[in-house]
């Protein structure tokens, strides 16, 4: 079975994991994989393709209503494809005047890619989109180069479109690899103009979802449906206990009320009185 048989279980890829059928031996040294016996059914039937997922990223966020799952392994290897590609020619080009240059492009950045990539969570809440990217090693790899957590969140009310964008033509340098990621864009109405590379600016970019429809279906029915939206309710004046015992929360209401009145009967004398007096000086011309 691929000579995973007796390996520490940390050792492997979770996805590995889950394309065989194996049962974990607790030994002195740690957890080890097994060999387990298949029946005839499941020899028969085709391994599904396993997917990294995060469905525990956001299992305690507020108001959650479903998190989505990505393609971490067919996107990392986009992304890396991609990073190799663009890497020859500035490699070819610098290699005799700065070799840093070369290790950076060629180790650094396709490292890069994948730990952005796997650091990337989204999830629907009753709010809106959360998108989180979680803490994660970039340029040259140095803790002092780390990128912080960040979250944003897109409240259903704000968003003017999410479609999806399906994956066509190549990309890289000279075209090299094809292009194989379908991308869910959201918008609002803040989003537009042009972003990098002269390229539309959107207010989120989703790679690489397992069920980027699923996603889009969901967002548009909660916008639909009115989730997010802020309160329009007039703030409503306190309710008047009318039982017995409710005579303080009546008075309460009453008494402002009262000196509001004399204040207007007080300017309204006033008034008669100016207006009198214009009269008598009419009256003397």
């Known amino acids: 079975m691929g000579g995973y048989e007796n390996r520490p279980l940390g050792t492997i890829h979770p996805s590995t994991i889950c394309k065989r059928s194996y049962c974990v031996h607790i030994e002195q040294n740690g957890p080890y994989l097994r060999n387990m016996p298949k029946s005839a059914a499941e020899m028969t039937a085709p391994l599904t393709t396993a997917k990294v997922a995060s469905s525990s990223y956001f299992a305690g966020e507020d108001g959650l209503i479903e998190e989505f799952q990505f393609e ?57 989109i959360r998108y989180s990217v979680d803490k994660h090693k970039a340029n040259c790899r140095m803790s002092m180069c780390d990128v912080g957590r960040t979250m944003k969140t897109v409240p259903f009310d704000k968003i003017t479109d999410c479609d999806i964008q399906e994956p066509a033509g190549r990309t890289a340098c000279c075209w090299a690899v094809e292009n194989t990621i379908t991308v869910v864009n959201v918008d609002t109405a803040s989003s537009g103009g042009q972003g990098q590379e002269g390229l539309p600016r959107h207010e989120v ?73 214009l009269r008598k000086i009419a009256a003397a011309k």
């Not at 939206?229 to 005579?247: E, H, K």
């Open 72 to 128: 971490y392994e067919q996107l990392n290897t986009f992304d890396q494809k991609v990073a190799y590609a663009n890497a020859l020619p500035v490699s070819l080009a610098t290699i005799c005047v700065c070799p840093l240059v070369f290790s950076y492009i060629v180790v650094c950045e396709p490292q890069n890619a994948v730990d952005r990539n796997n650091a990337t969570h989204v999830c629907v809440t009753r709010d809106g």
């Open 205 to 277: 970019q989703i790679r690489g979802l397992v069920d980027p429809h699923a996603f889009k279906k969901l967002v548009w029915k909660m916008k639909r449906e009115g989730h997010g939206t802020p309160s329009q309710q007039v703030a409503a004046p306190r309710d008047i206990n009318m039982s017995r015992g409710g005579n303080a929360d009546v008075s309460a209401l009453v008494q402002p009320l009262m000196a509001q009145n004399k204040l207007l009967e007080q300017q309204n004398a006033m008034l008669n009185e100016h207006t009198a007096l």
